[in-house]
């Protein structure tokens, strides 16, 4: 008995589909380059936002652009943002700040 070789193509395929099934779907967030819209989505941020981020002059976002696609890499993009962690507030000492001022105005 022979398998047409249509029904061939489509059991191939329906293994793909459950091969990939089971290493889960491939999402924005499990890619490696992430386009705007993606990384959008992952970092809850809106596409204006990232495209500020990537044109600021002091430690710009890097992401990179072919062909008219801008893509950023996803371990990049987590570094970046790990580097603008927000710190606790630094006590200051307003006395010493006072004194200091005082001595040298005089």
């Not at 495209?51 to 696609?69: D, F, I, T």
């Not at 962690?85 to 006590?91: A, C, L, P, V």
Request: glycine share 4%; charged share 30%; hydrophobic share 40%.
């Amino acid at each position: 008995m022979t398998v047409p070789a249509k029904k061939l193509k489509m059991a191939s395929a329906l293994q793909i589909d459950k091969h990939r099934a089971d290493r889960g779907p491939v999402t924005g967030s499990t890619r490696e380059w992430m386009s705007l819209r993606e990384l959008t989505e992952y970092a809850a941020v809106s596409e204006r936002t990232l495209r500020c981020w990537m044109h600021r002059e002091k430690n710009p976002l890097p992401a990179v652009q072919v062909a008219g696609k801008i893509l950023i890499r996803r371990s990049v993009f987590d570094m970046w943002l790990e580097r603008h962690r927000i710190r606790g507030k630094q006590s200051v000492d307003v006395n010493a700040i006072v004194n200091d001022l005082l001595r040298n105005a005089g």
